[in-house]
């Protein structure tokens, strides 16, 4: 472990077969002064510093959860950007709020898998934001079914599709827009301002000749007034849900 960098949990229990490790991304020039020797592709050293420090801090992550299946190395870098996994290898790396986290597992046991971590928006966010992240039918859903304020929620789905995209970017090799998903369902369990469940997300369109229009998928999702955290995972044999 570096001096700079802290452990903090990835909140999801993603089952035994994936590996989690995360850190607190805090003190940005200490972390870029002990993981600046680090080999990674993509670096971006022009960057603002806390671009540069949570690269870092995600790359260091993948790597230490990459041991843990005894791959050694860290991921590479693909043109469009996205992290490039050692064959046989299903990832996902996430930075923001103040964190870096990363989850691996063996292809054997997940086809794919997306996390994202974000900071809860602010009670600013305006309406053409929303309009962008949900339609109508899925606002509806999630204020009549969570009693939060409309930020926190908001969040809540910008959130899960993330991790959908991330889950299925490299089954497909394209991201696709918020409307090509729409929350479907909400279950779970609210604690005053935290709630802990899954989002259902539904394909709005075909995504490719596998991934078609009306398949469902299960966004896990943990949240606080200032942090959501979401999953989902990709099955090696898996249903019309995911």
Known sequence: MTGSLTAAPFELDLGPNVV????????????????GELSVEGLPVRAVPKRRAEFLAGRFAAGRALASLGVAGLPGRNEDGSPRWP?????????????????VARTEHVRSLGIDVERVMGPETKAELRARIC??????????????PDHQLLTFAFSAKESLYKCLHPL??????????????VQGSQHGSSFTGELTLSLSVDWSEQLRQGRQFRAQVAATPELVQSAVLLPVRANSAG
Do not use: K, P, Q
Not at 26 to 32: H, K, L, Q, S, T
Not at 135 to 148: K, N, P, R, V, Y
């Open 20 to 35: 989690r490790v995360g850190f607190l991304v805090v003190d940005y020039e200490a972390i870029i002064a002990d993981l």
């Open 87 to 103: 064959a046989n290898v299903a990832g996902s790396i996430t930075h923001g709020a103040g964190r870096a986290f990363c989850a």
């Open 135 to 148: 339609g109508d039918e899925e606002w509806a859903l999630l204020t009549s079914g969570l009693a939060l």
């Open 172 to 185: 497909m090799g394209r991201f696709m827009d918020f409307a090509a998903a729409r929350v479907t369902a």
